[in-house]
């Protein structure tokens, strides 16, 4: 199936996942009968990291109440420290270890660290990303300029929208990624389209399902997936493992 193949039936899992992956996760586990539930939240959160965190600590708690799965897993990174303080009371949690989703679109954390070093200034694209107009395009900046005029002046909108583009000028370009889904070439056309509308290159990366497919199937080794037994909390760590489980710190008497 992948680096290892699985020659035992997968856990039981229920599946705590982003948006932005909901057509990749329904490709690459099509025939998944061991997914008991899957929830999908909006892409948004990623903006707001504590809501992220207590959202998908409220559905934790839920999935933990089910007597019916072996473990949850959560198709997140750190996502601005988002995913950071989770922690499961009575099954295992598994989360790839990876800073962002663009991880689980390259395939391992090795090929997004070296695209990030071959390519400092591109900025990513995907199918999921791209529908929701949260990338920087024509659909963006419009939404912004409707968004400022109910607020601002009009010197204030242009200063405001100038302002925008000038904090996206460290890039130059545009690096769609996607995992076959049925949208792809069409989304590929719409990232093109941005890249002319921001003046940047175009570049379409070929990408790998292999990580998320392991995620859903159950192909977890420690090298890419933190497993986090009951009562155990997920933390950064500072070095290329990226996550980390801890124990939680008992409240302070008073």
Not at 70 to 90: E, F, K, N, Q, S
Not at 128 to 133: L, S
Request: proline content about 6%; overall charge negative; glycine content about 6%.
């Amino acid at each position: 199936m992948s680096q290892q193949e699985i020659h035992h039936p997968p856990p039981r899992i229920a599946v705590l996942a982003c948006d932005v992956l909901q057509d990749e996760i329904a490709l690459h586990a099509a025939d998944a009968t061991h997914i008991v539930e899957t929830r999908y939240f909006e892409i948004c959160l990623h903006d707001r990291p504590d809501q992220l965190r207590a959202i998908l600590a409220e559905n934790l708690a839920a999935m933990d109440a089910r007597s019916d799965i072996d473990a949850v897993v959560l198709v997140y990174g750190l996502c601005g420290r988002g995913t950071i303080g989770l922690r499961p009371l009575h099954h295992r949690m598994v989360i790839p270890r990876a800073h962002d989703c663009i991880t689980l679109f390259m395939g391992s954390k090795e090929a997004y660290s070296d695209h990030q070093h071959r390519c400092p200034t591109c900025y990513y694209y995907t199918p999921g990303w791209n529908r929701a107009r949260r990338v920087p395009g024509p659909e963006m900046f419009e939404t912004l300029r409707q968004d400022f005029a109910t607020r601002f002046d009009e010197e204030d909108v242009e200063f405001l929208l100038e302002s925008q583009h000038e904090q996206l000028a460290m890039h130059d370009t545009a690096t769609y990624i996607d995992l076959g889904t049925n949208t792809a070439n069409d989304e590929a056309v719409y990232a093109s389209k941005c890249a002319t509308f921001m003046g940047w290159k175009f570049e379409r990366q070929q990408g790998d399902p292999t990580l998320l497919k392991d995620l859903l199937w159950g192909n977890w080794d420690p090298d890419r997936f933190l497993i986090l037994e009951p009562g155990e909390q997920l933390g950064q760590a500072t070095d290329e493992s990226i996550m980390r489980a801890e124990m939680p710190t008992p409240p302070t008497a008073t």
